[in-house]
């Protein structure tokens, strides 16, 4: 399929502006060009009736930034159901505030309440920190629920790209913990060791997500070239020892067929298929990596908020 007319203009607006490409920044100009990009192509955040700011404790002692998002009045006798949200950003730029729009959005769409987590950023925070991150503050969120008016037994867990990752890690540690999740809400999540697939050499350049892009997250994420063998960083095709995903949360997958990324997410919705794990793969024609934050611009991707949407409410059991 072509690209989607509206993603091509944004593609032409992002060539005109002549904003330095990640891969010749430094992490900190490239988080502060990622935060400036955000403000300008995403929707307009929708009200909430309550946002809150939490600090959670992580294993090494340190604190994880968390934003709660209620879309309604909290019902403290019957608790909300909750997604937990990583954002993406290649493990190296991203912040609550980048994905606050999104995470607005897709809690006023479902009637669920969402808590962004602002897991710590590479090169200062190298693998696994993102991953323990991500699974201590899903713990906490789950232990903490009724303090903050959420429901433990509809818990689900969500993330685009890089947070996609983490969400797919964290459905098999809390089937390991013991916590049952609902749903893995994962939007182009990356999970292959190696980029190498035809999708990847075909998006490689000017479709938003580049090969030099990915290069440079991945040289300030990893430790040493081994950790690509961790099923951790690639939960498709680590060649490290890779546990069993089947009893793991059921998925519902979005993937974009001008995205880099789009044959492993085929790929892996094909792994979770083979391991038992239900799972829903949506494919969105005309769309590049990174669209689902595009929604100012380009006017498609409501249509892909309402599918997320959907997707939480049947799956958290949300009353229409």
């Given at each position: 399929m072509p690209l989607n007319p509206a993603i091509a203009q944004v593609l032409e607006l992002i060539a005109k502006a002549k904003r330095p490409p990640f891969h010749t920044l430094s992490a900190t100009a490239a988080r502060a060009s990622y935060e400036r990009s955000a403000l300008i192509i995403d929707i307009a955040p929708a009200p909430m009736f309550d946002i809150q700011d939490l600090a959670i404790p992580a294993r090494d002692g340190a604190s994880i930034r968390a934003?709660?998002?209620?879309?309604v009045e909290p019902a403290w006798t019957s608790p909300a159901p909750t997604l937990v949200y990583f954002h993406g950003g290649g493990?190296?730029?991203g912040s609550i505030d980048t994905h606050a729009a999104l995470c607005?959005?897709?809690?006023?769409?479902?009637?669920?309440?969402?808590v962004s987590v602002d897991y710590r950023l590479a090169p200062e925070h190298t693998f696994p920190t993102a991953v323990h991150d991500a699974f201590d503050a899903l713990t906490w969120l789950h232990a903490q629920a009724s303090s903050f008016g959420l429901d433990s037994a509809r818990f689900a867990i969500g993330g685009d790209s890089a947070g996609g990752t983490l969400a797919t890690v964290c459905a098999v540690l809390a089937r390991d913990a013991g916590i049952a999740?609902?749903?893995?809400?994962?939007?182009?999540?990356?999970?292959?060791?190696r980029q190498d697939t035809p999708s990847y050499a075909q998006f490689a350049e000017g479709h938003v997500l580049t090969a030099k892009t990915v290069k440079w997250f991945f040289e300030h994420y990893l430790r040493e070239e081994k950790d690509r063998d961790d099923w951790r960083f690639?939960?498709?095709?680590?060649?490290?020892?890779?546990?069993?995903?089947?009893?793991?949360a059921p998925a519902w997958i979005a993937a974009a067929d001008h995205d880099p990324l789009f044959d492993e997410n085929v790929a892996y919705a094909a792994k979770l298929e083979r391991e038992h794990v239900p799972v829903e793969l949506v494919r969105y024609e005309g769309m590049t990596h990174e669209f689902f934050k595009m929604g100012a611009l380009v006017p498609d991707v409501a249509k892909a908020h309402a599918d997320a949407a959907s997707?939480?409410?049947?799956?958290l059991d949300v009353e229409s």
């Open positions: 934003r709660l998002f209620h879309p493990f190296v730029v607005r959005r897709l809690a006023a769409d479902s009637g669920c309440a969402v999740l609902r749903l893995q809400l994962l939007i182009y999540p990356g999970v292959s060791a690639a939960p498709l095709d680590a060649r490290g020892p890779m546990p069993s995903f089947e009893g793991i997707a939480l409410r049947r799956y």
